[in-house]
């Protein structure tokens, strides 16, 4: 195929089979993946009034066509069905594929980063706006497409009062959580939620940044999975299937948004790793283990607000984890009893009477992510010594919690769950350790960008999504900066606002 530039907004190549020349869209960005940084940044790079594409793997849903059936929502809105694991198969990884990503399938529980987990990126990335008091203009700006939500105390289920009394018991402070959600009644069923919330409530990418892009000209492709990223002088290639035909797209600039693992997978598929010595390095997921407590009483866990209250007392960041006041899905319980026959279904007939609470550790030792022969995913993510004895102290600690309140039964599940995924494509200042400069390019090739979870140092011990949007906001003021264009409201949407005032 021989490609020729005829003007900055078309390239005109030869068709082989049609025998004649045939003109293709030449975007200003290219963005792949719309999770939260590709819906954030999709949003932030139109508004300028380029034309920027958006390229999906997964599938597009309308709000109300999001099924409450638990084995539907993996099936459908997750890579491998939300069945990957590491290499020891002791560690799931949970990630979307969906239009919107992981801001689908998650809880949109939204924190900014606090100066411990900062201090620590930029120890690591030598990043200098790796700093809370940088970073909080971009945090602002995010936050004011989001409608947020603080957690009261009527908003408690029995689960959250048990979490409660448990941390008043043992002295330790608790605080209530903040959630992106703008409509979501008193007597709601979120947990069905994580399949993707049906109310338009929940502030995934899909209901606040694509429609706003979409609005100011974004085109958005769906089921388009990328398989390979090439950059050149003046402009990227970006290859790929869509719905089982091959097909080519043409971008000044590419912005690589498919999180830790696509990210990675696109890079080392696309044969960087020789060019990028750190590609696949530094993976964290703040593995998760769920201990399960039985009481006489009725809890009923799975009802009302999903999630409400936080470990918020100083020690547990001291301490390196976190608990989280939580529970899941039948099918996710199911997989945590091992066992089958009688004894399970026995498990399974007190669903009602049980109360849930998860230790995530701040992983400090790497995993690494790399590929096979076939071109498959493979994560090696052992648990170091030093995370397991985080991980131990953390279900002691839960246990004594259940104790205190006078479960008749308490049990940790052995496997670790890891839904915040993040590195491979490390930021930093060192092409040797890192794969994106602080200006969000790839080392050595100033025509494609990374801001997403891929470019963690560390981890940060701390819920990542609102910090991915504010990294993506200023990714794209760097992007729009360097190409000499408007980084602030485009005139559509400054129409809009100013009718809006005037009304
Ligand atoms: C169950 C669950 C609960 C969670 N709860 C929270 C929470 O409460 N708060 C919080 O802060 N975080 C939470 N998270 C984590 C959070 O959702 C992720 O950290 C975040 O979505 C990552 O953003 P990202 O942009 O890096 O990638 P993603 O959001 O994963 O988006 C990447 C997108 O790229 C697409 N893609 C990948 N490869 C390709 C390719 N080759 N071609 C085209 N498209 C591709 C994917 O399909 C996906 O849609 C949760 C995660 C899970 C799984």
């Not at 049609?18 to 508004?47: N, T």
């Not at 100066?115 to 995010?142: C, I, K, P």
């Not at 007190?350 to 109360?355: D, I």
């Not at 080392?443 to 993506?472: C, E, Q, R």
Request: hydrophobic share 35%.
């Amino acid at each position: 195929m021989s490609v020729r530039i005829v003007a900055t907004d078309n390239v005109l190549f030869n068709d082989n089979k049609k025998k004649r020349p045939v003109m293709k869209k030449f975007y200003d960005y290219i963005i792949v993946g719309s999770g939260a940084s590709g819906g954030a940044l999709s949003y932030f790079l139109s508004r300028s009034g380029a034309k920027v594409l958006m390229l999906e793997a997964g599938k597009r849903y309308a709000a109300d066509t999001f099924s409450s059936n638990e084995m539907h929502a993996n099936s459908r809105l997750m890579w491998g069905g939300g069945t990957e694991m590491n290499t020891e198969a002791d560690q799931i990884f949970l990630r979307g594929k969906v239009v919107g990503g992981g801001t689908i399938i998650n809880q949109c529980l939204l924190d900014r980063f606090d100066d411990v987990a900062y201090n620590d990126w930029r120890t690591q990335s030598g990043v200098g706006f790796h700093d809370l008091s940088t970073m909080n203009r971009h945090y602002d700006e995010v936050e004011s497409h989001l409608s947020l939500y603080t957690m009261q105390k009527q908003d408690w289920n029995g689960n959250a009062e048990l979490y409660a009394k448990a941390f008043d018991n043992l002295g330790l402070e608790h605080s209530p959580l903040r959630r992106g959600q703008s409509n979501c009644n008193n007597d709601n069923d979120c947990i069905v939620c994580l399949g993707g919330c049906s109310r338009k409530s929940k502030q995934s990418t899909l209901e606040t940044f694509i429609p706003k892009a979409e609005k100011e000209g974004l085109t958005l492709i769906s089921e388009f999975e990328v398989a390979e990223v090439i950059h050149g002088e003046s402009f990227v290639t970006v290859q790929g299937n869509h719905k089982g035909e091959a097909t080519t797209y043409y971008g000044r600039k590419c912005i690589i948004a498919s999180g830790a693992v696509g990210t990675t997978k696109l890079l080392l598929k696309s044969q960087l790793q020789k060019k990028l010595p750190a590609l696949g390095k530094n993976f964290h997921c703040h593995p998760q283990w769920m201990t399960l407590a039985f009481f006489n009483d009725t809890v009923d866990s799975h009802k009302g607000f999903f999630q409400t209250l936080k470990s918020s007392d100083p020690r547990f960041r001291q301490w390196g984890f976190k608990l989280e006041n939580v529970f899941a899905g039948p099918i996710a319980l199911a997989l945590l009893k091992q066992g089958y026959g009688g004894d399970h279904q026995q498990f399974m007939q007190r669903l009602r009477n049980m109360a849930c609470i998860e230790v995530a550790v701040r992983d400090q030792d790497p995993g690494e992510i790399s590929l096979n022969n076939a071109g498959k995913v493979v994560i090696k993510k052992p648990l170091s010594d030093g995370d397991r004895q985080r991980a131990n102290h953390g279900n002691r600690l839960v246990n004594d919690m259940f104790n205190s309140l006078g479960a008749y039964e308490v049990m940790t599940s052995p496997m670790r769950i890891g839904l915040h995924l993040m590195g491979g494509c490390t930021i930093g200042q060192n092409a040797a350790t890192s794969v994106v400069n602080e200006g969000f390019e790839v080392h050595g090739m100033k025509n494609i960008y990374i801001a997403d979870s891929s470019t963690f140092p560390n981890a940060p011990g701390v819920n990542p999504m609102l910090t991915i949007l504010a990294l993506a906001h200023r990714a794209s003021e760097t992007i729009l900066a360097e190409a000499g264009q408007r980084t602030t409201a485009s005139r559509t949407t400054q129409k809009t606002a100013s009718k809006e005032k005037t009304s």
